[in-house]
């Protein structure tokens, strides 16, 4: 949920005569089920099976693609075969509920049944605390747990959440809206998704304040916070979004049923509604990355080189 703090913090949701409380609830569907939430930034694989359950939340732009969920391991681990029986943090029957886990695991040959480990629940932070001081071996998280164990010299990445099977792009993490919300109030929904754009545009465009922004409200070190930037912008590709392509979402429902973390298929009609992204005014987003990104940060830059960058240019 980067975008929600630099659109509050660079005033992008008051420029647009927005009054918005940013809050760090993970549980987006069931605040939406609550009425407690109108708007927020949720993992599509949870939103989806929410959905089929009866929660009142929609699609409405695009977040995410992938690259954002790691398989991080101690130092004492040296490939990924020595973490079989193993503590990990993987959650419950992780074969079920967490393709993230199934698409790491094939990559890397692994077993996706937690039968295979000692496996744990917890949340990122706590996985990472537990996995720093020995008492877990390795942890399935989002960043920036992995960029703080390679910054810390805590551990590793062994495994990405990347492209799907078939080679292509699936998606991650959405923009999601209450349904109530995007159907009785079109023009407060649009001018959300547009900040929402706009927050997505300043990370690609404006690194350095962006960093300093995620490692005040994610309380990391400011390196860190570049790592995880260059991580979604540059070395795992331009997957940070707000277009939304239905064909990766469709992928997305096609792999997760094959590997049975969804017991049924959504219908695209009632998930989504990117009726209101067409309106919004948003910009084309891959103009955007070609015309105002690839020629300042392009994607073969190493690290060292896109930070010289990004630190020379001081945005």
């Given at each position: 949920m980067t975008?929600?703090p630099?659109?509050?913090d660079?005033?992008?949701?008051?420029?647009?005569?927005?009054?918005?409380?940013?809050?760090g609830?993970?549980?987006?569907?069931?605040?939406?089920?609550?009425g407690?939430m109108?708007v927020?930034?949720?993992?599509?694989?949870?939103?989806?099976?929410?959905?089929?359950k009866?929660?009142p939340?929609?699609?409405?732009a695009n977040?995410?693609?992938?690259?954002?969920?790691?398989?991080?391991?101690?130092?004492?681990?040296?490939?990924?075969q020595?973490?079989?029986?193993?503590?990990?943090?993987?959650?419950?029957?992780?074969?079920?509920?967490?393709?993230?886990?199934?698409?790491?695991?094939m990559?890397?040959?692994?077993?996706v049944?937690?039968?295979?480990?000692?496996?744990?629940?917890?949340?990122?932070?706590?996985?990472?605390?537990?996995?720093?001081?020995?008492?877990?071996?390795?942890?399935?998280?989002?960043d920036?747990?992995?960029?703080?164990?390679?910054y810390?010299?805590?551990g590793?990445?062994?495994?990405?959440?990347?492209?799907?099977?078939?080679?292509?792009?699936?998606?991650?993490?959405?923009?999601?809206?209450?349904?109530?919300?995007?159907?009785k109030?079109?023009?407060?929904?649009?001018?959300?998704?547009?900040?929402?754009s706009?927050?997505?545009?300043?990370?690609?465009?404006?690194?350095?304040?962006?960093?300093k922004?995620?490692?005040?409200?994610?309380m990391v070190?400011?390196?860190?916070?570049?790592?995880?930037?260059?991580?979604?912008?540059?070395?795992?590709?331009?997957?940070?979004?707000?277009?939304l392509?239905?064909r990766?979402?469709q992928?997305e429902?096609?792999f997760?049923?094959?590997?049975?973390?969804?017991?049924?298929?959504?219908?695209?009609?009632?998930?989504?509604?990117?009726?209101?992204?067409?309106?919004?005014?948003?910009?084309?987003?891959?103009?955007?990355?070609?015309?105002?990104?690839?020629?300042?940060f392009?994607l073969?830059?190493?690290?060292?080189?896109?930070?010289k960058?990004?630190?020379?240019?001081g945005l």
């Open positions: 975008a929600a630099i659109a509050k660079m005033g992008m949701y008051k420029q647009l005569g927005l009054n918005v409380n940013v809050t609830n993970g549980k987006v569907p069931e605040a939406m089920a609550a407690k109108d927020g930034y949720v993992g599509v694989e949870g939103l989806m099976q929410a959905h089929i009866g929660a939340a929609i699609i409405a977040n995410h693609l992938g690259g954002a969920v790691y398989l991080v391991a101690g130092n004492h681990i040296k490939n990924p020595d973490l079989i029986g193993k503590k990990v943090a993987l959650g419950i029957d992780p074969e079920k509920t967490s393709s993230s886990w199934v698409n790491i695991a990559k890397l040959k692994l077993p049944e937690g039968k295979n480990y000692q496996t744990f629940k917890m949340t990122d932070k706590d996985e990472y605390l537990a996995m720093k001081t020995g008492k877990l071996d390795g942890m399935v998280t989002c920036p747990w992995g960029s703080m164990a390679e810390e010299k805590t590793r990445i062994l495994g990405i959440e990347e492209k799907l099977p078939n080679g292509e792009w699936g998606i991650c993490c959405v923009f999601a809206m209450h349904r109530d919300f995007a159907t109030h079109p023009d407060l929904a649009r001018k959300m998704i547009l900040a929402h706009r927050a997505i545009q300043f990370i690609y465009t404006n690194p350095l304040q962006t960093a922004i995620f490692a005040a409200n994610y070190p400011e390196e860190v916070a570049l790592m995880t930037i260059y991580k979604k912008t540059i070395a795992e590709g331009r997957t940070l979004t707000w277009e392509n239905k990766n979402l992928d429902i096609a997760e049923m094959k590997v049975g973390t969804l017991a049924s298929a959504p219908k695209m009609n009632e998930l989504v509604n990117d009726k209101l992204l067409k309106e919004s005014g948003t910009e084309d987003f891959k103009k955007f990355i070609r015309t105002k990104v690839d020629p300042v392009p073969k830059l190493s690290y060292a080189d896109w930070k960058k990004v630190m020379a240019r």
